[in-house]
């Protein structure tokens, strides 16, 4: 499984635009990029997902590079409900994939 | 469409006892996950069914920890005997047959004392 490595924290003000960067640099040619969000006290939920170039949601874009060995999840004007731990996880898309969570990103976000 | 259902919400046990988690999984999702949540870390994968069969419980304790899911549908986890670092938020997890996008129950927060 290709390891991921994300920063551990970063902060924010509201109205603002932010990109958490995720390294992957063993990714596999059939692994899918997914991220998920976690509030404190309930479980992730899935933010978006992407395989290569630009995938958009009404939440988030992922921007994935030519050679996937990264990739960007950007939040479009923030706000203090976006408080939260980011996870990036690669691997393959398919039923009954493996989910591996690394230790996340915590953005907060502040007036 | 409802969620994934766990329950308790919250359990207090003394080390030493055991103690059982349950998950109903969305209605319909062949593979379901059991994660360990410590304060402050990422969920870590504990076992992975797929249908009623195992697929990965490699980071399962198994001199202490037992699941099944019986049927392919509900699950229960069990720690017996419990151990004070087995404090954690207890995660349970669902995916459809094709999709990976996983939809987590709210978890059991557990506290051995």
């Known amino acids: 499984l290709a390891k991921t490595t994300q920063p551990i924290s970063m902060d924010s003000y509201e109205g603002q635009e932010v990109n958490i960067t995720c390294s992957h640099n063993?990714?596999?040619?059939?692994?899918?990029i997914t991220w998920y969000q976690q509030f404190p006290s309930q479980g992730p939920r899935f933010i978006i997902q992407g395989y290569k170039t630009k995938v958009t949601n009404e939440v988030a874009s992922l921007f994935i590079p030519a050679d996937r060995k990264s990739s960007t999840l950007s939040l479009p004007r923030v706000s203090l409900s976006d408080t939260a731990v980011y996870y990036c996880l690669v691997g393959w898309r398919g039923g009954g994939n493996k989910l591996t969570f690394g230790t996340g990103t915590q953005l907060k976000v502040e007036l | 469409e409802a969620g994934v259902a766990q329950s308790p919400r919250y359990k207090i046990i003394e080390k030493r006892q055991s103690v059982a988690f349950w998950c109903n999984p969305i209605?319909?999702?062949?593979?379901l996950y059991w994660y360990q949540q410590i304060l402050g870390q990422g969920p870590k994968l504990l076992i992975q069914f797929q249908n009623n069969g195992v697929v990965d419980d490699s980071q399962l304790p198994k001199d202490r920890f037992s699941a099944e899911r019986l049927k392919g549908v509900d699950s229960t986890l069990k720690i017996q005997p419990a151990k004070l670092e087995d404090s954690a938020v207890y995660l349970c997890?669902?995916?459809?047959?094709?999709?990976?996008?996983?939809?987590f129950g709210q978890g059991t927060r557990l506290t051995v004392v």
């Open positions: 063993n990714i596999a040619t059939n692994d899918y």
């Open positions: 997890a669902s995916v459809p047959g094709q999709n990976t996008e996983a939809f």
């Open positions: 209605s319909g999702h062949a593979t």
